[in-house]
């Protein structure tokens, strides 16, 4: 959330994807970034991912990423995920921090294991 403009800038979303209902994380950018670098994605320090771009709305650009077996693990016992990209080609990649508080209990009671 901007401080300033009280606007949402990220929103991340765990969720079935796909008809085999797979696990997947899906983030909501904000209109405007460099389309060219992508969306990157990590566990606190962990190994960087890369977000498939899938489309960009009025509402922002949206990209996502099944999330494998030792990705939800780490989403667990993780305590951010850190979401970057890139305002323009050659600007530094922003990057914003989303809490994973209360991931692990989500997914159990969701019966995800």
Sequence with gaps: ???KTRRP???ATLASIGE???LGLIVLAPLGIFLGSGVAGKVDEGKQFKFVLQR???QGCQAAIQVSDSLKAELKKGKQLVVAFKPTANA????LAVS????AAGLKALKIK
Excluded: S
Aim: proline share 5%.
């Design 100 to 103: 994973l508080k209360g991931v």
């Design 9 to 11: 800038v990220l929103r």
């Design 92 to 95: 530094q990649p922003v990057q």
């Design 20 to 22: 085999k209902k797979n």
């Design 1 to 3: 959330m901007n401080q």
């Design 56 to 58: 960009c709305t009025q």
